[in-house]
C-alpha cells in the first residue's frame, strides 16, 4: 500500500501521534515531512508505507502558513507555551510592522528556536533547553517568498500570511520581527494551508480520518505529490530495469517520474541516457 494521508492537524497534538493514527489504520510503516509543531494545525501530509521513500524529492516545495504574533513579551520556547523571559510596554503600530516586513523577503538567515528538533553535537535542540544545558544554535538560510500583514485580530495581536520554503521557523520570524519593531513578539498560534501539492481542500481531519470505516477512500496517489516529467517503459524496459540490466534507451538526463504500463514505480534519474530507479515506490 502506498500514498498519502493529508492530515489537517489540531492544535496540540504532536506530530508523531498523528503517524501513528495512521500506521493504526493501514499496519503498515508511516512517516511525515515537515514537522508541525504541536500547538499548529493544518497541513501534515503523512506517507504510507514504501512513500517515504519521496520525501527526499519534496523538500523544496512551498509551504504557505497563516501566524498569529503577538506583542509585548518574549519566551524561552518563543510560542505562547513557554516561559517568559522579558516583557515590554513598545507595541508597534500595524504601519511599523508593514515598513520592516520587506527586510524578511528573499533568502535570509535565521536562528532556529532552541526548543526546536535542531541537532547540537547529536542532541535535539529541545532535549538541551529542557534540561537547563546552555548552548547557541548556528544560523541557517531560508527562502521567504512573502509575508503580508493581514490585520490586528485584537489588542497586541497581529496575523499574518507567510510564504516560504522548507526548514523556516516560523517563531523565530516572530521573535526577529518583534526585535525589528524594537518590541517583543511571540507565535500565539499557527496554522499551516499549504505544503507543496497538499492543503486544506484536499486533506481530512483527523477525527473523521480515524472514526472512518473505510481509511482508503483518503489515500492521495503517491505520485501526486512530484511533478517531474513523466517517463512511461515500455514492457521489455521494464523487464530490463527489474532485472538489474541498465540499458541506454536514449533518455535525456533528468528527474523523472516513472512509470510502466500501469503503475508508477517512483523517481528515477537518468545520466548519459541510463535510467536508474532512485526511489522506488511500487
Not at 19 to 48: E, N, Q, W, Y
Request: with cysteine.
Amino acid at each position: 500500500m502506498t500514498g498519502f494521508i493529508n492530515i489537517i492537524k489540531p492544535p496540540f497534538i504532536g506530530s508523531t501521534k498523528v503517524v501513528t493514527a495512521v500506521k493504526r489504520k493501514f499496519s503498515v510503516p508511516c512517516g511525515h515531512m515537515g514537522t508541525l509543531d504541536p500547538m499548529a494545525s493544518g497541513v501534515l501530509p503523512v506517507g504510507i508505507g514504501k512513500t517515504t521513500r519521496l520525501f527526499p524529492y519534496m523538500l523544496e516545495k512551498e509551504k504557505v502558513y497563516v501566524a498569529e504574533f503577538t506583542f509585548g513579551y518574549l519566551t524561552d520556547t518563543l510560542d505562547v507555551t513557554g516561559t517568559t523571559e522579558k516583557e515590554t510596554g513598545v507595541i508597534p503600530t500595524k504601519e511599523q510592522i508593514e515598513k520592516v516586513l520587506p527586510e524578511f523577503v528573499g533568502e535570509i538567515m535565521q536562528i532556529p528556536p532552541k526548543y526546536s528538533a535542531k541537532c547540537v553535537n547529536g542532541k535535539k535542540g529541545y532535549d538541551l533547553a529542557r534540561r537547563g544545558i546552555e548552548f547557541e544554535l548556528a544560523p541557517k538560510k531560508v527562502n521567504i517568498e512573502s509575508i503580508t500583514l493581514l490585520e490586528e485580530t485584537k489588542k497586541n495581536v497581529f496575523s499574518f500570511e507567510i510564504v516560504c520554503g522548507g526548514g523556516t521557523y516560523i517563531r523565530s520570524i516572530a521573535r526577529d520581527l518583534g526585535e525589528k519593531c524594537g518590541s517583543l513578539a511571540v507565535m500565539s498560534a499557527l496554522e499551516r494551508t499549504k505544503s507543496g501539492a497538499f492543503n486544506m481542500e484536499n486533506g481530512v481531519d483527523l477525527e473523521e480520518f480515524v472514526s472512518s470505516s473505510e481509511p482508503e477512500k483518503y489515500i492521495i496517489p503517491a505520485d501526486f505529490a512530484v511533478n517531474f516529467d513523466k517517463l512511461i517503459l515500455t514492457p521489455y524496459q521494464s523487464k530490463k530495469i527489474l532485472d538489474g540490466v541498465y540499458e541506454n534507451y536514449g533518455f535525456k538526463d533528468g528527474i523523472y517520474r516513472v512509470y510502466n504500463q500501469t503503475d508508477f514505480w517512483g523517481i528515477g534519474e537518468v545520466n548519459n541516457g541510463i535510467l536508474k530507479i532512485k526511489s522506488y515506490v511500487r
